[in-house]
């Protein structure tokens, strides 16, 4: 038995629980700018997710069967890099990772360099081509894990915070930067308050 799962079954309401729960708390936190900025900011997030997972997993194929998973995930592995790369695809999967690298320093403060940028690109692809994976060997679904699509990824990833940071150095842009990290002040110690000196006794009789 074969039936098709389809992105509007799955992303849809996830994108509207997502959407509601960040709506909920930007109402919160409406006297705080920057509570406002970090909502829309995951909002987009939100927004942009669904449409990576939507050209990523959907439509997904089920196939149901003894034999329906069979050298499916052998039959679309390709872990030759680069020689194997098709440019247009290639071109692609950069692309659609920009936005991610532009994304992640406005998420997170420990997005601050190319190389931080770029680790949170690979994370994802590779979380990316692990799914994509696990859905191909269990449902039959015909995926293809390219270890390709990997480094486009984490070079769209790069190139996106890369353009983040151009953007980021104009004036017209500075209220979209991010609050610099306030070090917590130091706890205060604790004082032993002064005994006052005892008297010494007297030693004449």
């Not at 909920?24 to 997710?49: D, K, M």
């Not at 039959?140 to 070079?155: E, M, W, Y």
């Not at 609050?179 to 002064?194: C, D, G, L, N």
């Amino acid at each position: 038995m074969e039936f098709t799962i389809t992105s509007s079954m799955v992303l849809l309401p996830a994108l509207a629980v997502w959407l509601s729960a960040v709506a909920l708390t930007a109402s919160r936190r409406r006297s705080q700018p920057a509570g406002i900025r970090r909502a829309a900011v995951l909002g987009v997030f939100g927004v942009y997710l669904a449409g990576v997972l939507h050209f990523t997993f959907f439509p997904v194929d089920v196939s149901t069967g003894p034999h329906a998973a069979e050298n499916a995930v052998l039959n679309s592995l390709n872990l030759i890099p680069v020689l194997t790369a098709d440019a247009p695809s290639f071109v692609l999967n950069t692309i659609m990772l920009m936005p991610l690298g532009a994304l992640l320093p406005l998420l997170t403060p420990r997005v601050r360099s190319v190389k931080s940028a770029m680790l949170g690109g690979l994370a994802v692809s590779l979380s990316i081509e692990a799914l994509q994976t696990l859905v191909t060997a269990t449902l039959g679904s015909a995926r293809s894990i390219d270890v390709n699509d990997l480094l486009a990824n984490t070079l769209g990833a790069v190139l996106g915070y890369l353009t983040y940071r151009a953007l980021s150095a104009q004036p017209w842009t500075r209220h979209l930067r991010p609050a610099p990290s306030v070090p917590a002040p130091p706890a205060p110690r604790a004082t032993i308050p002064a005994q006052p000196p005892h008297p010494r006794p007297d030693p004449r009789p």
